[in-house]
């Protein structure tokens, strides 16, 4: 069981969109047990996509491409398609009245344009498209099923999940992978190598792989076998053995976020979160506010980038930012009681520091930040050096500070880190 | 001359990393006037990389490839080549004093692994890595010159920026591809299509692509054509024409961002701004703070979640909320007025909404979002549905109240959208 996926328009290979499509799908095949070999983007022209179609025929069990079917004038797909598989024209009528639907539950006349989008190839299955107006198309050809659907993402996905999956399911068993992986933060890629070098020695036929991203390194262990081989009981168990070795940095485990973790602690244990900001600018905020219910914790942040802001919104005292600096230990201390004064909240952390490029002085370099907790336990503040790179200096902060309240929250309910994944 | 991008790595074929090298190495191509073929993304295994290898080899002019240089065992991409280009090893001096150097100045011990990164196949051009400890490769081979380079993306960026480009410069004249590209907000593809059809319809030669992302549409113009016949002023008189027809969404050309061009208009004119956000939850305060030098004009943000920190730190009056909804114009305007006072600065916005999946009612259903400005001129609102994905939701009323600032402070300054833009 192989795929590829075929990502087809101009505006990736110039650089101007992040293919973001294909790492989604990617994530929903291997799933369903099916590997993708290659993922491939090509120009939205009749002849990349004649050409990539030749490459793909025959030699895959499934092709998957996404772009070029929107209404508009630079997209061809579905007449590159129409060619290649030979196939006439038919008006589908139920794509014909979800398109008029579409815009008359807007208020909006539809355009001309759009009418052209209920025309489909006649050799191929249409896989409708509840999101948007381009309907998904499903071809098949010798040994091979080939499915087109639109570039918008969430109108792709929406046409993955519920049109094509089902169909894949009942056409495919596949042989079995299986992932697991251990979220880490606050080690690097190296270090994090030669903490466990042993354990990864004894992996057996098992497969490691380190994945850093900013702030944070991913450990993945795959396993693959045929169906019925105990396969995910044999990777959980090789987790389970490096998990001890590495409590102090792993948070979660497969698509874990942080944001999330932490805001399901707090949750849990109905406990109530604050956040000062200033040299993360609200991102911390914007983290914890992308969990869906995190009202139901997250009362709110003091994003305070001004000195004026940190003195009229959370009462820094301007004699400490006089003598100290707006960037230090004391000031760190004084935003996290504020702001959980302020937002009448269990915890609070605070943020401030030099994010860069500019700005920074020899005794408090670029990249140089104080984190600070408070709760009714303790207040304090702790300093890292974070690099001179802006936005990665953003996100590590933030993450580094997430990790610290996690681990602050559970040594003030008594709860060891090796127990707190297990 | 034409060029392929491949990105090695199993995490990008199983979906658990976006793949954003390719983007940005796309778009520095295009800039040198290579055009990308195609972009190709491979298993980190031997026979994927040499199968690539093969297909790429004689056919194109320039292939890049990223990921698999790291010091773990899983990078394999080093030894693919040394082998498919029959070569011996080296150990290159001036790497391995880099990568020692790279840890004493952390103060950590180099692992011995990384030691294995100074070994290079001897016949490679080693493209020193100033920001990380794998070297990049350069291999010519008859016509076609291959470069290798890490995955991580800002070892990636130093070494391709700093060795590659001026490299490829002395060696390639490129023919000319010349783009322009319209920033819009606030307007579907398919309603911006039918209000530019006429000009569309006389673009000749040109290219025009529609590129929909959430919030924002972007409208390509692209010439191509060989050196010195004036493409550059064709394109730039075809984007001039068209932008009075499209003078209430336009904001930027090219990469701009809106939080980009909001923050010059403020600086530029002397304000400064303070936000208060409910349903973009600090948000637009990270996309504001993202841009360097923004403390010059940003003084920050509530993120006011909850209803008491709408009370407590923004002064909204508790009757307003019990009477209107924390989601109303009332609310949005009092918290706008708030933050301004708060924050004492020349302008504000506010958001207030239902960024879902939950929450919603009848009568302010889930996407249900008022957005306030507040400034010495006036304080309004303005009510928007943002539909029920809470990312896009977000996103989406965060952009849409940037554009309104913007909007409002043109008008102030007694400019008009159109000049605004020329």
């Known amino acids: 069981m192989n795929a590829r996926i075929i990502t087809i328009g101009d505006e990736i290979l110039i650089g101007q969109i992040v293919d973001t499509n294909s790492a989604w799908l990617a994530r929903q095949l291997n799933d369903l047990g099916i590997a993708v070999e290659s993922i491939v983007s090509i120009s939205d022209s009749r002849e990349a996509i004649h050409k990539a179609l030749d490459e793909a025929d025959s030699k895959l069990d499934l092709v998957i491409m996404t772009g070029g079917l929107g209404p508009t004038k630079d997209d061809i797909t579905k007449h590159a398609l129409a060619e290649w598989f030979e196939s006439g024209w038919n008006e589908d009528q139920e794509v014909l009245q979800r398109v008029e639907k579409h815009f008359s539950i807007r208020g909006i006349a539809m355009p001309d344009v759009n009418r052209g989008q209920a ?12 999101s948007g107006t381009a309907p998904g198309m499903w071809f098949e050809r010798n040994r091979t099923v080939f499915i087109s659907m ?7 996905k929406s046409i993955f999940a519920n049109q094509a999956i089902p169909k894949l399911k009942s056409r495919y068993i596949g042989k079995q992978i299986v992932h697991r992986t ?7 890629e190296s270090t994090l190598m030669e903490i466990i070098s042993d354990w990864e020695n004894n992996l057996g036929d098992l497969k490691l792989a380190y994945l850093p991203s900013v702030g944070s390194v991913r450990l993945r262990v795959t396993g693959l076998s045929d169906v019925g081989e105990g396969l995910q009981a044999r990777v959980n168990d090789s987790v389970k053995a490096v998990l001890p070795l590495i409590a102090d940095y792993a948070f979660g485990f497969d698509e874990a976020k942080l944001e999330e973790v932490v805001g399901e602690i707090l949750k849990s244990n109905n406990l109530t979160l604050s956040t000062a900001e200033s040299c993360t600018g609200g991102y911390i905020s ?3 506010t992308s969990i869906s219910g995190s009202s139901s914790y997250y009362n709110g942040s003091a994003v305070t980038y001004s000195n004026e802001a940190k003195q009229n919104v959370l009462g820094v005292d301007p004699a400490y930012i006089e003598k100290f600096g707006a960037v230090s230990e004391e000031v760190a201390m004084q935003m996290a009681e504020g702001v959980r004064q302020q ?3 269990d915890y609070a952390i605070s943020t401030t520091g030099i994010a860069g490029p ?7 370099p670029v990249g140089t930040v104080w984190i600070g907790i408070s709760s009714k ?16 200096n953003i996100r590590k902060s933030a993450l580094q500070a997430l990790q610290l309240l996690r ?4 040594k003030n309910l008594g709860i060891s880190l090796k127990e707190a994944l297990s």
Not at 358 to 364: F, I, L, P, V, Y
Not at 377 to 392: I, Q
Request: with cysteine.
């Open 377 to 392: 336990h303790a207040t304090y503040a702790l300093k890292y050096s974070m690099g001179t790179h802006r936005e990665r």
């Open 358 to 364: 500019d700005g920074g002085t020899e005794s408090k």
């Open 119 to 130: 025309m489909v190839p006649d050799n191929c299955v249409v896989l409708t498209n509840e």
């Open 343 to 345: 937002f009448q909240t």
């Open 286 to 288: 914007h983290l914890i």
């Open 407 to 410: 681990k602050e929250i559970f």
């Open 182 to 188: 251990i979220m880490t933060q606050g080690i690097g």
């Open 150 to 156: 639109p570039g918008v993402p969430f109108e792709m």
